[in-house]
């Protein structure tokens, strides 16, 4: 049995239902996007013999703690590092820290592959007996070369708003997938993964001081129009992938973000894990534990850190 954020990528519920284990959740805080001290105890207690914990939005966790008391229990720690990329606590990278530490190149994670991922494996962790890793999928190389070129196209906010405004396009939408066989990372993933690795992790530098200029504009705004701004703890580093804050409520939100297309704007996950179908088995009953995760699914607004970011899209938001 795995305890797993209640507000995450759906990919993590995909991969427990994918591995046919029992799950049980906890909440997250939706200030500090780390989680939520009293869960999380919770969850440790609950039995359950591993804990996944991420860097949501490259905000820094207190690792630390949570390998300690992960020790205590005697868990496994799963690193959720697909979001961590720039994200550090004491001087160590995100990717660092778990017993299994899970890496993703997919599109909007900051170190792009145009797909695939890494799993590493330390303090005696290995891979289960009998684990088999077919070979990379027909076609996935090809796939995965031409998403990463319309990656490229769309980084632009102004051009990714008037796709994203087109109907049926579904850019954006996050949607719960089906678990899949495991397989080998295509050729062409790896090799991209492998050439972008430094000048991804350069980039974290120019989003984290993008992301200081997000700030200053909510700052200003954001009081007046009950907008809450995300803050990373202190002590940690971080990666800044998405600039986050939350507002009044789902209606809000969306409208913001119809607003705000063309300024990169966009809504994340749009409901709790224990909310969607697969976790019913396992949530509680009345989702009154999920506090946290409930009111980042319903106003959560995330905006773009990228070098592309434009004096144009600041002052959009601000006039918003």
Known sequence: MAALPAYSCYDVLTA???????????????????????????????????????????????????????????????????????????????????????????????????????????????????????????????KSAILSAAQWALGRPSLYGLVAALPGTGLGDTRYKKPEGVSEIPGFCAGAALRHAHASLALADVRRQNARRWDTVLDEVGHARGWSRCMPLGGGTSGALRYPFVVAGRREADELVTRLARAGAARSYPMPLPALPPAAPFAHPDGSEWRGARSLADGLVTLPTHDLLSERDLLSVSRA
């Open 16 to 142: 427990a239902v994918g591995a046919r284990v029992g799950m049980k959740f906890y909440d997250i805080d939706p200030v500090a996007l780390v989680p939520e001290s009293r869960t999380f105890a919770q969850a440790l207690r609950s039995g359950v013999g591993s804990i996944v914990v991420g860097n949501l939005f490259g905000f820094p966790v207190d690792w630390p703690s949570v390998r300690s008391e992960c020790d205590r229990a005697g868990l496994v720690l799963i690193e959720d590092a697909a979001q961590g990329l720039g994200s550090a606590w004491g001087g160590v990278e995100a990717g660092g820290f778990g017993d299994l530490s899970v890496l993703s190149f997919g599109r909007g994670k900051g170190w792009s592959g145009g797909g695939g991922g890494a799993l590493l494996l330390r303090n005696g962790a290995r891979r289960p007996e009998g684990a088999s890793i077919a070979g990379p999928r027909t076609g996935r190389g090809m």
